[in-house]
Nanobody, 114 residues
Framework: VQLVESGGGLVQAGGSLRLSCAVS????????MGWYRQAPGKPREPVAS???????NYADSVKGRFSISRDNANRMVYLQMNSLKPDDTAVYYC?????????WGQGTQVTVSS
């Protein structure tokens, strides 16, 4: 499977962005999909995930502001980000777990200005 993210950019605090992740290749054995982020000088951290059954989980820092969704027919995963804060600035990575293996996209930069 291959993942390609899009939708990042520069936005003012309080604004919104929608990240997209296109899934190509074999999707056999995918058990969960999600988004991670990595800010400069910090480790990569989970942001949100969604299971095959549609159950979602969010990091405490984004609860109530971010929403993850998936379109299985079109093989897409989305992250709607509202009320963005400067602390949300990071490279955002799409992730899938396929038969026990983590697969990553190349990342998309999100910059939130104050």
């Amino acid at each position: 499977v291959q993942l390609v993210e899009s939708g990042g950019g520069l936005v003012q605090a309080g604004g919104s962005l929608r990240l997209s992740c296109a899934v190509s290749g074999s999707s056999f054995g995918i058990s969960a999909m999600g988004w991670y982020r990595q800010a400069p000088g910090k480790p990569r951290e989970p942001v949100a995930s969604i299971s095959n059954g549609g159950s979602t989980n969010y990091a405490d820092s984004v609860k109530g502001r971010f929403s993850i969704s998936r379109d299985n027919a079109n093989r897409m995963v989305y992250l709607q980000m509202n009320s963005l804060k400067p602390d949300d600035t990071a490279v955002y990575y799409c992730n899938v777990q396929q038969m026990g293996r983590d697969v990553w996209g190349q990342g998309t930069q999100v910059t939130v200005s104050s």
